[in-house]
């Protein structure tokens, strides 16, 4: 019996086994840590005042909407290097923007026009049809017509949109 004990003992696959053991002594080790952590992490103290967004449409027991910051990008107090000072509470900035004369790039749009034109008629203006290649050669400089709606362009980068909640 003792040799039939031996034998199976010895068939056994030792570091499996205690790999197996030290294994389920880390698991349930981890899980009283995490358990522990959550207690901590649960009793952290979040200052008054303290803004941060929310992945959902409420705020949370504790904390209020931060009204302020609805449908607004939240920017820096302070300045940066070439940018305007911001101040705690200013507000600034559009959603849509219709550019001023003074706000687009200078240019112009020139063109070039060979045309031919009736010499019976005599006028300039009375162009042969495309193609009809009798009449005088005129060549004339023009400016292109105005063009454009005149309607704002949206001036908004990429976002998602969360919910900001100020804690009480």
């Known amino acids: 019996m003792i040799l039939n ?3 199976m003992l010895n068939r056994l696959n030792w570091p499996e086994i205690v790999g197996g053991i030290i294994g389920s002594i880390l698991t349930v080790f981890g899980l009283y840590l995490f358990d522990k952590i959550g ?3 649960s009793e952290i103290v979040i200052p ?3 803004i941060i967004p929310f992945n959902s449409n409420e705020c949370p027991s504790g904390w209020s909407d931060y009204s302020q910051s609805a449908g607004r990008f ?3 107090v302070g300045q940066g290097s070439n940018l305007t000072e911001r101040r705690l509470g200013d507000l600034g900035g559009t959603e849509k923007h219709m550019l001023t004369v003074d706000e687009i790039p200078q240019h112009y749009h020139n063109y ?4 031919y034109y009736d010499q ?3 006028d300039p203006n ?3 049809p495309q193609g009809d290649e009798t009449g005088i050669l005129k060549y004339r400089e023009g400016q292109t017509t105005e063009i454009g709606g005149g309607k704002p362009h949206e001036n908004i980068p990429p ?4 919910k900001y909640c100020e804690k009480e």
């Not at 070039?112 to 045309?115: G, I, K, W």
């Open 5 to 7: 004990l031996h034998k």
């Open 39 to 41: 207690l901590i992490s």
């Open 48 to 50: 008054s005042k303290a």
């Open 74 to 76: 939240i920017i820096g």
């Open 112 to 115: 070039e026009d060979y045309h």
């Open 120 to 122: 019976e008629i005599g």
């Open 126 to 128: 009375y162009q042969t």
């Open 159 to 162: 976002f998602v949109a969360l």
